[in-house]
């Protein structure tokens, strides 16, 4: 089983945290979707060729992200199913997930997004609260969140998840609670939640150091996680990567082949591919993109990675999730004395209770996940 992403690079409004690639000018829309067309032709066969004669390659999960996917059309949206569906078998019994913003999610917009193979929604909220949205740039309002979810839930989508995102300045730690109890009291099966991060060069960051926008405080953040954590938990919230949390069963299925190594394949710009020690990108810019495609040369750029860097690559994402860093996987991958050395590093982490270990599984705890990138890095090859 394998999943494939799509990057759609097209936004109504730029948030002012972003650092993903997305234009908020349509003009190459029309050209980027014959391209994403032709690319998905032109990489049938990154997975291998099917086990039955005149076969197609079964997927478990398609994903469409963004920038905005939720700006397209149902005909365009549909466009892209029925390429996928001449070269990969997919159906309702896969997860078929498309990223919207609130205010695309009209109930028109949504009773036709029931008649494409589209079965899970992932909705930006973000917050339900305006001065939140405002600092961010969001482009709805707190009004067209809650109409969003609750007529996605009204038209049959019962596979939803939310994101959310604390340490925003602008949020206390008592409508940070609001923001969880409304997500909660929706039903919704899956919520993924993310610090506020000043990336470098995104507007948020000028206007930051410029002193038009209030920072971001660690110490709000590691708080808001622990309240979230606690909360979210106490109603069956299972906390299973560190930014996602789902009720039993409701995990999502493409991002755990993300953090489990299974491979992947990103068609669009900027969307990246995973195989075994092979990663692969298109570059983060759209009309190079679409020059190359329409050439039929694919613009990608590949690294085959090295033993260091995939169990560095390994320790980052294993050691985000519940099940933690297996050992034997370790041994088995990288030796003996790989495994040996790992074991005697982790023992302080262990020691301070930030990390424990259970099953020949390294598994961090809850305290020990506000530090899981300093971890890993600590743990890394060299």
């Known amino acids: 089983m394998a999943g494939i992403y799509i990057h759609i690079p097209f936004c109504r409004q730029a948030c002012h945290y972003c650092s993903f690639h997305f234009s908020v000018s349509q003009r190459h829309k029309e050209g980027f979707l014959a391209s994403l ?19 197609k390659f079964r997927l478990d999960s398609v994903y469409l992200g963004g920038g905005t996917p939720s700006i397209l059309g149902i005909e365009e949206l549909n466009s892209i199913f029925k390429r996928l569906s001449e070269y990969f078998n997919f159906d309702q019994g896969n997860e078929i997930t498309l990223e919207a913003n609130p205010d695309d999610l009209t109930y ?15 909705i930006g909220i973000q917050s339900f609260h305006e001065a939140d949205l405002k600092y961010m740039n969001r482009v709805h309002t707190p009004g067209q969140a809650v109409n969003a979810v609750e007529n996605a839930l009204k038209l049959g989508f019962e596979n939803l998840t939310i994101d959310l995102i604390y340490g925003t300045p602008t949020m206390n730690d008592a409508q940070w609670k609001e923001n969880l109890q409304r997500t909660i009291d929706f039903g ?39 309240i979230m954590v606690e909360m979210l938990a106490g109603h069956g919230y299972e906390h299973y990567e560190i930014s996602n949390f789902a009720l039993p069963g409701k995990f999502s299925r493409h991002n755990l082949s993300y953090w489990t190594g299974k491979p992947y394949l990103g068609l669009g710009p900027s969307a990246h591919s995973f195989r075994g020690s092979e990663r692969s990108w298109n570059p983060p ?60 590093q982790t023992r302080r982490y262990i020691e301070q209770g930030l990390m424990f270990e259970s099953d020949c599984h390294l598994i961090l705890t809850e305290k020990g996940r506000l530090f899981a990138d300093r971890i890993a890095s600590d743990l890394f090859w060299v």
């Open 108 to 122: 028109e917009k949504l009773g036709a997004l029931r008649q494409t193979p589209i079965n899970r929604l992932s």
């Open 285 to 344: 810019n759209t009309t190079k993109y679409i020059q190359s495609i329409q050439k039929g040369i694919l613009p990608l750029e590949t690294e085959q990675l090295t033993p260091a860097q995939r169990y560095d690559e390994y320790l980052m994402t294993s050691l985000r999730t519940m099940w933690g860093c297996n050992l034997d996987k370790v041994k088995e991958g990288w030796g003996e004395k790989k495994r040996e050395e790992l074991e005697k």
């Open 188 to 226: 919704i099966q899956h919520i993924s939640a993310y610090a506020l991060t000043v990336e470098p060069k995104t507007a948020l960051d000028v206007f930051i150091r410029r002193g038009q926008a209030r920072p971001v405080e660690e110490e709000q953040s590691a708080r808001q996680f622990e």
């Open 37 to 55: 067309l032709r690319e998905i032709e032109l990489r049938h066969d990154f997975f291998g060729k099917p086990k039955m004669p005149g076969g």
